[in-house]
């Protein structure tokens, strides 16, 4: 088992441009969140993926969208960027359970992509 | 609102001593705590959460709901204990997780030989 792969490992863009991150969730996982990670800070939720709708969001501009595909993969994209948008981006898996009173427990994360705007 | 706090940036230990990471929250509602550990240019991992009430690689963390704390605890530190370590907490209500995990600032760890 891979567990959660993301892609690329690292990005640097030009402030203003485009980006956009991938991730493949660990085999089993369903749903998919994701996480910017600041130097020096702990990681910082964006938003989650269920079922291809976004289930829930951070403190996070328009600017930051996303989308889930049928095979639970995951992109993150990030329009207009800015300086400060440099960082680590983790994708993490898990899956959801939504009845039986069932938790939700740990997630499974990824490398992260480490993205630079200049 | 949910927010973790970590005191610590930094702990030195020398191995063989007690090492506790502290771990303060605030949250209205249930939560459900965690501890997330990433050593050296490896990814962040899971190291326990609160319900499932287990120890992995003799670290223990009890939840006291009094003082809102999660602290991390170990009676003899090793040097592979050398790692970062980030607390967070997911919002829990109705029996179904929300999922959304909010982290500390985190805690370098280096255990001295």
């Known amino acids: 088992d891979a567990g959660v792969t993301q892609s690329p490992t690292h990005l640097i863009k030009t402030r203003g441009q485009q980006v956009t991150l991938r991730c493949s969730p660990k085999?089993?996982?369903?749903?998919v969140s994701w996480y910017q990670q600041a130097l020096g800070q702990g990681p910082q939720f964006i938003f989650q993926?269920?079922?291809?709708?976004?289930?829930q969001r951070g403190n996070f501009p328009d600017r930051f969208s996303g989308h889930q595909f049928p095979n639970y993969s995951s992109e993150l994209n990030v329009n207009a960027l800015l300086l400060g948008d440099s960082a680590l981006y983790l994708c993490?898996?898990?899956?959801?359970?939504?009845?039986?009173?069932?938790?939700?427990?740990?997630?499974?994360f990824g490398s992260g992509t480490r993205l630079t705007v200049v | 609102a949910q927010r973790v706090t970590q005191p610590e940036k930094l702990l030195s230990v020398f191995k063989g001593a007690p090492v506790e990471l502290k771990c303060n929250y605030s949250?209205?509602?249930?939560?459900?705590l965690f501890w997330y550990v990433q050593y050296s240019r490896q990814r962040l991992q899971l190291l326990l959460r609160?319900?499932s009430r287990e120890s992995i690689k003799g670290f223990t963390a009890d939840l006291n709901k009094g003082e809102t704390s999660f602290h991390l605890k170990k009676p003899f530190a090793q040097e592979e204990d050398s790692a970062m370590y980030y607390c967070?907490?997911?919002?829990?209500?109705?029996?179904?997780?929300?999922?959304?995990?909010?982290f500390g600032q985190g805690t370098i760890l280096t255990v001295h030989p």
């Open positions: 993490a898996s898990s899956f959801l359970p939504g009845t039986g009173g069932a938790r939700a427990y740990g997630y499974t």
């Open positions: 085999s089993g996982h369903d749903t």
């Open positions: 993926y269920y079922e291809e709708e976004e289930r």
């Open positions: 949250y209205s509602g249930s939560p459900e």
């Open positions: 609160h319900i």
């Open positions: 967070a907490l997911s919002p829990h209500a109705g029996g179904t997780s929300y999922g959304k995990l909010t």
